[in-house]
């Protein structure tokens, strides 16, 4: 088990563009996070799967967001023509999910930059 | 709504202080929280869980507290060293429109001076 992995660790693109990240959870995990974090902030709740369901999507969640989980393994964040105010850390994280008692394990983040 | 607050925002401490970090949250319901590590450009590492029903943890160091009733929760370093220097989070979790998801403070910015 090597932990939760993000792909890639950075992404530098142009305004209009989309970029696709990928986020390999644990393996045995059922639940599935995506947060946004920018400079000096806490993480911002985006998304989550528990197996492959998307339960819950926050309002920062734009329509020019999407994220899948097929077959409650790998999960990928889309995000479509790309704008300045996206720039920032995605991080993903992943649980073995209970009744709320779950301990969280993050991936090392995608660092998005639009230019 | 769940609000979560962190104070200070930012610590800086000669080493071997002992030293304690702050938690604050609106909502009392919460199913656990959570403490994290952050160092700069990366992501988080947890380092100590408080189920709701539970008031304090340790590891090594660390000691972690919950007031559930008050909305509080501390973060106590003992003798400190140059190697703690980065960014706690604390984040809790509590039931949210039949899902759950955690909430995140702002962090708290420890540097620990050699």
């Known amino acids: 088990d090597t932990g939760v992995s993000q792909d890639p660790r950075h992404k530098i693109t142009k305004r209009g563009q989309n970029v696709t990240f990928r986020c390999d959870p644990i393996s045995e995990h059922n639940r599935l996070y995506w947060y946004r974090q920018t400079l000096g902030q806490g993480p911002e709740f985006l998304t989550y799967?528990?197996?492959?369901?998307?339960?819950?999507k926050s309002r920062l969640l734009s329509d020019r967001f999407s994220a899948e989980r097929p077959k409650g393994s790998f999960s990928t964040l889309e995000i479509q023509r790309t704008e300045q105010g996206d720039s920032a850390m995605y991080l993903c994280a992943s649980s073995l999910g209970g009744q709320g008692s779950e301990k969280l394990f993050f991936g090392s983040g995608t660092q998005l930059s639009v230019l | 709504k769940q609000e979560v607050t962190q104070i200070p925002a930012a610590l800086s401490v000669p080493e071997g202080e002992n030293l304690v970090l702050n938690c604050s949250f609106t909502d009392s319901a919460i199913y656990n929280l959570q403490w994290f590590r952050q160092d700069p450009g990366k992501g988080l590492t947890s380092l100590l869980l408080i189920q709701s029903s539970q008031r304090e943890q340790t590891s090594g160091r660390l000691n972690a507290s919950l007031d559930k009733s008050s909305g509080r929760s501390t973060l106590y370093i003992a003798a400190s060293q140059p190697g703690d220097s980065a960014t706690y989070l604390c984040a809790v979790i509590g039931r949210t429109s039949g899902t759950y998801k955690y909430i995140f403070g702002t962090g708290t910015r420890l540097k620990v001076l050699a």
């Open positions: 799967f528990q197996n492959e369901a998307q339960l819950e």
